[in-house]
């Protein structure tokens, strides 16, 4: 179990710019969670898959943010034309459904800082 | 719609004193709580969780929590505190229907440990 995965760590870009990130789940988890989260705040959700259906959207998911998970296994989350208000912890986890009432497992972050 | 609301935002104790970490949640049945902690740039750490039975939960690094429905309360508590567990703590309360995952946080208690 190497535990969640993200890639990149940091990213610094400008507005305006897309970027996107990864995410790597436990190997055996069904289901993928985004969060964000913003300087001296909690975590909020963004959306969850299960495999590669994506059955929720936060209001918080703006038409600028789309994420994928093509074949069930990792996923992405892009921004496209950031703005400043993007700056913020993005954070990745995932879960087994199969094993019933378990808690996510979250991966390290990336952290976006929009210039 | 489900809320959780941590009341402190900084705590400091003294190496050693004991620790109580306040969160109280609000939602429609019983739910699933969970207690997560953070390191400054690092994702969220699984401390313990509760999902029902037991209304007092052991967790990691000697933590414990007692869940109390009269209250809508879920206090972290620790009777020691040692210096590495500065770090800012999450409170949580995750969607039942078998998706523990998708959760909504409290907005963190930061805890300074002084020598």
């Known amino acids: 179990d190497t535990g969640v995965s993200q890639d990149p760590r940091h990213k610094i870009t400008k507005r305006g710019q897309n970027v996107t990130f990864r995410c790597d789940p436990i190997s055996e988890h069904n289901r993928l969670y985004w969060y964000r989260q913003t300087l001296g705040q909690g975590p909020e959700f963004l959306t969850y898959?299960?495999?590669?259906?994506?059955?929720?959207k936060s209001r918080l998911l703006s038409d600028r943010f789309s994420a994928e998970r093509p074949k069930g296994s990792f996923s992405t989350l892009e921004i496209q034309r950031t703005e400043q208000g993007d700056s913020a912890m993005y954070l990745c986890?995932?879960?087994?459904?199969?094993?019933?009432?378990?808690?996510?497992?979250f991966g390290q972050g990336t952290r976006l800082t929009v210039v | 719609a489900q809320s959780v609301t941590q009341p402190d935002i900084h705590i400091t104790v003294s190496e050693g004193a004991s620790l109580e970490l306040r969160c109280n949640y609000s939602y429609g049945a019983t739910p699933y709580l969970f207690w997560y902690v953070q390191s400054p740039g690092q994702g969220l750490q699984l401390l313990l969780k509760y999902f029902s039975g037991d209304t007092l939960v052991q967790g990691i690094k000697g933590f414990e929590a007692e869940f109390k429905r009269s209250q809508s309360s879920f206090n972290l508590r620790k009777p020691s505190v040692h210096w590495s567990d500065a770090a800012e703590y999450f409170c949580?309360?995750?969607?039942?229907?078998?998706?523990?995952?998708?959760?909504?946080f409290g907005d963190g208690t930061t805890l300074t440990v002084k020598p």
């Open positions: 949580a309360v995750g969607a039942r229907m078998g998706n523990a995952g998708k959760s909504t």
């Open positions: 986890a995932s879960s087994d459904r199969d094993r019933g009432r378990t808690e996510a497992f």
């Open positions: 898959f299960q495999n590669e259906a994506q059955l929720e």
